[in-house]
Nanobody, 114 residues
Framework: QVQLVESGGGLVQSGGSLRLSCAAS????????MYWYRQAPGKERDLVAS???????NYADSVKGRFTISRNNAKNTVYLQMDSLRPEDTAVYYC????????WGQGTQVTVSS
């Protein structure tokens, strides 16, 4: 049974930092491209960052220079370091794994107060 479990969300003031983690189990993690998405209330789920099996990364324009995605294949975990947080970063953040199949985590709430 594949599971993706996000953690690290919470309430932070504008300008602060958080580090999200997504621990994967039940799959061969190194074979999966990994993604972070976010969904604010009343809005669509948007791609925030991705990291390929090769380690290549991509970011949404809105988070470039502030967020960093990384992975540790030995720990089956993908991370999202979020710095210089803004109120508009408030959302539920979801982890996604993609190879021949796609899996989603349950999400973790990030709230940035002004």
């Amino acid at each position: 049974q594949v599971q993706l479990v996000e953690s690290g969300g919470g309430l932070v003031q504008s300008g602060g930092s958080l580090r999200l983690s997504c621990a994967a189990s039940g799959l061969t993690f190194s074979r999966y491209d990994m993604y972070w998405y976010r969904q604010a209330p009343g809005k669509e789920r948007d791609l925030v960052a991705s990291i390929a099996r090769s380690g290549g990364t991509n970011y949404a324009d809105s988070v470039k220079g502030r967020f960093t995605i990384s992975r540790n294949n030995a720990k089956n975990t993908v991370y999202l370091q979020m710095d210089s947080l803004r109120p508009e970063d408030t959302a539920v953040y979801y982890c996604r794994a993609r190879s021949s199949q796609i899996y989603w985590g349950q999400g973790t709430q990030v709230t940035v107060s002004s």
